[in-house]
């Protein structure tokens, strides 16, 4: 009897070991080089002259931040991605197949390789590196409302984001002949992980609201 209490105790010390072993393995992976937001933002203006594709930066770091938040996700990594996604845009404007090759050059180090995997990932159709994971995925939505969501600010009478609906852009959305550019398959990779359309409007129109007057909206 003494005996299997005796085991039972042991093999409950094991697996609680086991489960910290994990837990610190996990954090370790997501810590072990990671430049904080301050060094990614002086990285990015580093990087990038034009105010535009900066501003575009900061906004898919804000959505990118309440997709995570909305999702239980890490809003940190998340928001990070958001932020250095486009870091070589301007030096890879005339070679589009270097976009976010070059980031991974500019990134290697700095940042953990799952952030650099996703990043790639949203220049798919020429990296061949298919978007998987939910912050892969997420990534591609967000950088493509962003421009969405600017689009429908600009055509307000006041130019100012706060004018604008959750309802304004559903109803931009459905526009095809609006803001083209903003590529609505693109956009709709939100429902594949869990979040339905006219949430993923909110959410992505809430975060980019608060950083309004950061982005001169
Ligand atoms: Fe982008």
Redesign the pocket.
């Known amino acids: 009897m003494h005996e299997a209490i005796l085991f039972a105790v042991i093999l409950e010390n094991l697996q609680f070991r086991y489960i910290l072993l994990q837990l610190f393995k996990t954090n370790e992976n997501l810590s072990d080089v990671m430049l904080t937001r301050n060094e990614a933002l002086n990285l990015v203006k580093n990087n990038v002259s034009k105010r535009n594709v900066l501003f ?2 900061l906004a ?1 770091e804000a959505i990118m931040r309440g997709a995570a938040k909305y999702l239980g996700e890490n809003e940190e990594q998340w928001a990070l991605i958001g932020l250095l ?2 870091i070589d ?1 301007e030096k890879t404007e005339a070679t589009p197949e270097r976009h976010s090759l070059l980031t991974e050059e500019i990134l290697k180090g700095l940042v953990p390789e799952v952030l650099i995997k996703a990043i790639k990932a ?1 220049n798919f159709r020429h990296t061949g590196v298919m978007p998987e994971t939910r912050m892969e995925k997420a990534l591609i939505a967000s ?1 493509a409302i ?1 421009g969405l969501l600017v689009a429908c600010a600009l055509v307000m009478p006041s130019k100012k984001l706060a004018d604008v609906k959750v309802e304004t852009v559903a109803k931009k959305f459905k526009d095809k002949d609006f803001a083209r550019g903003a590529e609505r398959e693109r956009i709709l990779v939100c429902e594949e992980i869990g979040i339905p359309r006219e949430k993923f409007f909110e959410i992505a129109l809430n975060g980019l609201k608060t950083i309004a007057s950061e982005i001169g909206l």
Do not use: G, P
């Open positions: 575009h930066m898919v996604h486009d845009y949203h950088d962003s």
